[in-house]
Structures are given as structure tokens and as C-alpha cells.
């Protein structure tokens, strides 16, 4: 079963800047929706960020938007999340997905994603 791969996760203090990356197999070509997600205790999983590999086109939740950058480098099957001006709310596991459809479906039914990633903990603290 194929499986992406987090990094990049760690503490950081409010107001810092971090960079997750996922290894992303490639299903080129194919067009395929690469998101982010994340879980903070207690709560569900929110859907953060999304790329498409073909244009690049991008979605954002409001809670990140302004703040978060999703990128996509194909030729090294490379999906990036650059999160500056980080909150204590941004804190939780952050997971990526990869699934065939829309992005705007990605992000609002989560639970039909089969590839998902091990998770990577982000902690905004002082």
C-alpha cells in the first residue's frame, strides 16, 4: 500500500516559521490533489491545504490563509507546507494525503482519502 511520507514537524515559538515536507509518490500523469491536515487533541481532523500536481492550483482554509504557503516540486515528487506566523492553535499532528479528486472534496470528506501519511507533530509554544 502506498504511503507518503511527513517531516519537518517541532517546537516553535509564536510568531516562528516552519516547513513541513511530503514525499509524494508520483502518479503522474495523472492529475492528483496533494492536502494537508491537521489534529490537535481533542478535536477532529481540519483540512489545511491542497495542491493539484497538474496547475498548481491551491486551496486554503481560512484558518491558514494569508499565513500558510502549499508548494509542489514534480520532478523530485516534493510537496511543501511553509507555515509562518505560527499561533499556539496551529499546534497538533499535521498529516498529508494524496487522493484523485478535487481539492475542495479533498479537504471536506477527508474520511474517503486511502493514502495518508504517519503524521508529523507541530507544537506553537512559548
Known amino acids: 500500500q502506498v504511503q507518503l511520507v511527513e517531516s519537518g514537524g517541532g517546537l516553535v515559538q509564536p510568531g516562528g516559521s516552519l516547513r513541513l515536507s511530503c514525499a509524494v509518490p508520483?502518479?503522474?500523469?495523472?492529475?492528483?490533489?496533494t492536502a494537508w491536515f491537521r489534529q490537535a487533541p481533542g478535536k477532529e481532523r481540519e483540512g489545511v491545504s491542497c495542491?493539484?500536481?497538474?496547475?498548481?492550483?491551491?486551496y486554503y482554509s481560512d484558518s491558514v490563509k494569508g499565513r500558510f504557503t502549499i508548494s509542489r516540486d514534480n520532478a523530485k515528487n516534493m510537496v511543501y507546507l511553509q507555515m509562518d506566523s505560527l499561533k499556539p492553535d496551529d499546534t497538533g499532528v499535521y498529516y498529508c494525503a494524496a487522493d484523485f479528486r478535487p481539492c475542495p472534496k479533498v479537504i471536506t470528506m477527508p474520511h474517503m482519502i486511502q493514502t495518508w501519511g504517519q503524521g508529523t507533530q507541530v507544537d506553537v509554544s512559548s
Open positions: 508520483g502518479f503522474s500523469p495523472v492529475d492528483y490533489a
Open positions: 495542491i493539484h500536481s497538474s496547475d498548481g492550483s491551491t
